[in-house]
């Protein structure tokens, strides 16, 4: 293992140093912050590619992988579920860019609800940006020690010291260009790791599509949880929703509807190496497992290819996080504010992961957190109070921090199986954030006729 070890240093160094070396170099705050270059934003290819790997990113891959071992097909479906939310947010920002005018989710915020809203929704984006970096860098240190040893913190700081670095170097310029790299990297090595599964083990990839039942001990739950999801989930991802703005809307359209169909269909691929590995008798439903028990050639590849799509949401959460601060907060949009921004959340963005926090529950719990801006930007068009905002994302965010407390009151869990208190939860949380979104809305017509 010391020799595997060894390559996998070279593996983290050398993409690192590649990543540095080839990165642009931001000279100018559009640069940094937009990525626009001689008056040129990023054309459907790069936006394409960009959108798809900041979102198939180590995180998803492990629990994409871990619901495939868990619950067979059905599992991998549950999680691709959470890619319709490109579909969702492609066709809104479009409609919001074209008919409305806006300019970008904060300002749209901002000139709806007042200042406060926006600083509410920056908070929240904030803790979602946090969750990236150590939901991602964990999963790294977990091919290099067990939690809590030398070599698992050794590794988690120097990756995310190296991807800070080609960051600081180019911002959103550099993720985007990093990304379309990244990008073939993981096409390639994805390929590569399901034909060797297939090819040396016994469990052909026709056993594997047979496992799997569509029923609610089984993955559904999730399922619906994820769809449902998809109509609030998108809008406090500052990664995806960043991207929504910086070319033109005909163009950023058809980049989010294939970005969901190509990154739904990629993460449900890798939930098929999660299948693989039950089949075949893997300890675990860890990655890091499943490499040991196929080989070292095997853990390179899985290892490598965590290396690439945890990079890329490094990259794309340091630009996000430095445009929050310095453009949407008006801090000041300079590239000082900006790295210097990148470094904050660098450092705050590692801290929980010396308190042993669990990945999955960062999307699920922080889907049900966020669900109050459903109709918020599903009914973007329709007037609204600001009362109506506050109520709905406060509802959302207390139901968020129930569950995550596991203090649903047990009269709301109306379902059964895996996760059936999420779907209850989200399902309740859901018709209350309808319910007190649109009462100031119709006293407000009722009083004034508007």
């Known amino acids: 293992m010391e020799n595997i ?30 990525a626009k270059r001689k008056g040129r934003t990023p054309n459907f290819w790069m936006l394409s590619g960009s959108l798809i790997i900041s979102w198939v990113f180590a995180k998803s891959i492990a629990n994409a992988s871990e619901l495939g071992f868990e619950y067979g097909i059905t599992g991998g479906l549950a999680y691709t579920s959470y890619y319709a939310s490109f579909l969702v947010a492609g066709v809104i920002i479009y409609r919001m860019r074209v008919v409305g005018g806006v300019k970008s989710i904060h300002t749209f915020l901002g000139d709806k609800f007042g200042q406060r809203a926006l600083q509410l929704f920056s908070i929240v984006i904030a803790i979602r940006l946090f969750n990236e970096v150590w939901s991602n860098t964990m999963v790294i240190g977990s091919y290099f020690g067990d939690h809590g040893t030398g070599s698992y913190y050794s590794a988690i700081l120097i990756f995310t010291a190296l991807t800070l670095v080609y960051s600081l170097k180019g911002g959103l310029s550099s993720s985007i260009f990093s990304d379309i790299i990244q990008m073939a990297l993981f096409g390639i090595l994805l390929v590569a790791i399901l034909w060797l599964f297939n090819d040396q083990q016994e469990q052909k990839i ?108 490094l990259d794309s959460s340091f630009s996000s996080a430095s445009k929050l601060l310095a453009v949407d907060l008006k801090r000041g949009a300079t590239l000082k504010v900006g790295r210097w921004s990148m470094i904050v959340f660098a450092v705050a963005g590692t801290i929980p992961l010396f308190f042993n926090p669990a990945i999955l529950s960062a999307t699920t719990i922080s889907g049900v957190m966020v669900i109050g801006l459903t109709p918020v930007f599903l009914f973007w068009k329709q007037k609204a109070p600001r009362l109506s905002y506050f109520l709905s994302v406060f509802v959302g965010i207390s139901f968020g921090i129930l569950l995550a407390l596991d203090a649903i009151p047990k009269p709301l869990l109306l379902f059964k199986g895996p996760y059936s208190d999420l779907l209850s939860t989200t ?23 508007k």
């Open 206 to 313: 026709e056993a594997v599509m047979q496992q799997g039942r569509f029923s609610f001990d089984s993955g559904l739950n999730l399922i619906i949880v994820g769809l449902i999801h998809s109509f609030s989930y998108p809008f406090h991802d500052p990664v995806m929703t960043d991207r929504g703005f910086i070319s033109s809307p005909r163009t950023t359209l058809w980049s989010f509807i294939v970005a969901g169909i190509i990154g739904g269909a990629l993460i449900f691929l890798f939930s098929l190496v999660g299948v693989f590995g039950k089949l075949n008798g893997a300890p675990s439903s860890e990655l890091s497992k499943f490499g040991e028990l196929f080989g070292p050639i095997m853990l390179l590849l899985i290892n490598f290819i965590m290396i690439v799509s945890a990079a890329s949401t």
């Open 427 to 449: 399902l309740v949380a859901l018709v209350l954030v309808f319910i007190v979104y649109f009462i100031p809305v119709g006293y407000q017509k009722w009083k004034y006729g």
């Open 5 to 34: 070890t060894f390559w996998q240093w070279v593996l983290v160094i050398g993409t690192s140093a590649l990543l540095i070396i080839l990165s642009p170099l931001a000279k100018t705050a559009g640069q940094f912050f937009t």
